[in-house]
């Protein structure tokens, strides 16, 4: 992890096709020609993997669209359409922000955070958007309680989380968790959303110096969010599920235990 050497497993040299849903967005958000999708994203991509080579960045995970495959999709934005609003935490390019404007959501509702500032501005590039876009970004670190993150306190309706929790220990989960809650507006229904690597064998893994990441599947991760409950006086009802997302189907993590599979979640608060 962190080699810029193009031979490790998570960098994938060429991208043969898009989805339908990527085209649309690239070609009619961002006003990209048909023939220079994919060498567009390509060129991002290696600019990009020159200042941070994750595997994010190699697989290419930031011209995925996650959010809008979600079940809940569809009143998340029904809800910013009425004024609500939303928190792409971990935003990385803010892929998932575009895509909500692009379906309507005011632009002006929207929030993206990410430790990486880097990824904010190559963002905008990708999607050609800087003079456009009026989403808010931030650069901001889930566990800095009094950090730029503190001035949504109790004003958001939905929270979106892709592939950012499972970087962290059972503890340090709960903990970003909690302030989750905190971000939310203090009442029933509001919602958090997204992805992360889970493992039909739950438990915690070496992450490297020294530190471990915690792994769930859907019943470790409906016990954390009790604990969480807990923690902040609050009730949530969770729906997680694992499968073969994330290329897992096609063996394209081949650095992976055989156990390894997304955990998809949607956890709504009931009280």
């Given amino acids: 992890m962190g080699s810029r050497d193009k031979r490790v497993g ?69 809800r910013l359409k009425a004024g609500g609003s939303l928190l792409d935490i971990g935003c990385c390019f803010a892929q998932d922000i575009r895509k909500l404007v692009h379906d309507g959501a005011p632009a002006d509702h929207l929030w993206g955070a990410e430790l990486l500032p880097d990824f904010i501005k190559l963002g905008y590039e990708l999607f050609r958007d800087r003079e456009t876009l009026s989403a808010h970004f ?33 503890n340090g989960q ?9 971000l939310l507006k203090n009442e029933p229904g509001v919602l958090v959303l997204g992805q992360q690597v889970g493992s039909l064998m739950p438990g915690q893994v070496p992450k490297g110096s020294g530190s471990n990441m915690y792994k769930h599947d859907a019943t470790t991760f409906e016990k954390m969010w009790k604990e969480v409950g807990e923690a902040t006086g609050t009730e949530w ?26 955990l998809t979640f949607e956890v709504k608060r009931l009280k």
Wanted: net charge negative.
């Fill in 174 to 182: 709960k903990k970003a968790c909690e302030t989750i809650v905190g």
């Fill in 10 to 78: 998570w960098y994938t040299a060429t991208l043969d096709n898009v989805s339908d849903v990527q085209r649309d967005l690239l070609e009619h958000y961002s006003k990209i020609p048909a023939e220079r999708v994919i060498p567009h994203i390509l060129e991002i991509r290696d600019r990009a993997w020159e200042i941070h080579p994750y595997p994010c960045v190699g697989e290419l995970r930031f011209i995925d669209l996650s959010l809008c495959r979600m079940p809940s999709y569809s009143v998340v934005l029904e």
């Fill in 237 to 262: 009802e969770v729906r997680a599920s694992l499968d073969t997302g994330l290329g897992i189907e096609k063996h394209k993590r081949k650095w992976d235990d055989p156990s390894t599979r997304r």
């Fill in 138 to 170: 931030l650069t901001a670190d889930i566990f800095d309680v009094d950090g730029p993150l503190k001035q949504l306190t109790n004003s958001l309706d939905a929270i979106h989380i892709g592939l950012f929790l499972h970087l962290f220990d059972w």
